[in-house]
């Protein structure tokens, strides 16, 4: 099936520095997603791609579709704190009626005040 | 304002004993999916449905498992005759109509379910 292959696995960061994750994968994918989660809690919708070569901002956080539609990047700009958690990015195959996200193992982002 | 609600949070089962885990979707989205996730692992879908239907349920064990999102009422997931193996966190996810915004898919906070 199809896979996607998330980096790094973690993150050791001090507070104020900008951090850089990215996920590829063998196949195209149509849409990217990206998603942080707490211990204990669901995933939360950070940014969403709809189109190759786009760059979406939501705050500190930048994400790229790459122009191949095999890969994202996620960045977070002057880290604090609360921004530790799990990062995982997750992508929509293109393949017709499929609607399911395929997710990546995450980066655990850990932020040293 | 209420997003994806999922209860229990927390269920114990014994070994074959049957799990409900029920799921109602933010309002206004039709669009239900199921996900199970390992410690220290991704998400990985099980099943998505609409409103009566089973649109794609190819991540789904074929034994023991099966979900329905009835007309009325929330999204059940059901496992039959549970075993350690199935101890896992589940979360539902939806998403709306609309077609520029239907891929983004909402979470759940999950039911965490313990099999003894």
């Known amino acids: 099936g199809q896979q996607l292959n998330q980096s790094p696995q973690s993150m050791f960061i001090q507070e104020g520095e900008d951090v850089s994750m990215n996920c590829t994968s063998s196949?195209?994918?149509?849409?990217w997603l990206w998603y942080k989660q707490d211990p204990g809690e669901g995933p939360v919708l950070l940014i969403a791609l709809y189109k190759a070569g786009e760059l979406t901002s939501n705050g500190r956080l930048t994400a790229q579709f790459g122009i191949t539609r095999k890969d994202s990047f996620l960045n977070i700009s002057a880290s604090i704190p609360s921004d530790v958690g799990i990062y995982f990015c997750?992508?929509?195959?293109?393949?017709?009626?499929?609607?399911?996200?395929?997710f990546g193992k995450g980066t655990k982002l850990t932020v040293n005040p | 304002n209420a997003g994806v609600m999922q209860n229990p949070r927390h269920l114990v089962r014994r070994r074959g004993q049957e799990a409900r885990l029920r799921c109602s979707p933010m309002k206004g989205h039709s669009h239900v999916y199921w996900y199970r996730q390992l410690p220290e692992e991704g998400l990985k879908f099980m099943v998505y449905l609409q409103k009566e239907n089973i649109i794609d349920e190819s991540g789904m064990p074929k034994e023991r498992f099966s979900a329905e999102f009835p007309k009325e009422g929330p999204s059940i997931l059901r496992i039959q005759q549970v075993v350690r193996g199935d101890s896992a966190a589940y979360f539902c996810?939806?998403?709306?109509?609309?077609?520029?915004?239907?891929?983004?898919?909402?979470f759940g906070p999950g039911t965490r379910l313990t099999v003894l």
């Open positions: 196949s195209i994918f149509n849409t």
């Open positions: 996810a939806s998403s709306p109509l609309d077609r520029r915004t239907y891929n983004e898919q909402f």
């Open positions: 997750a992508g929509r195959s293109p393949q017709g009626g499929s609607e399911k996200l395929v």
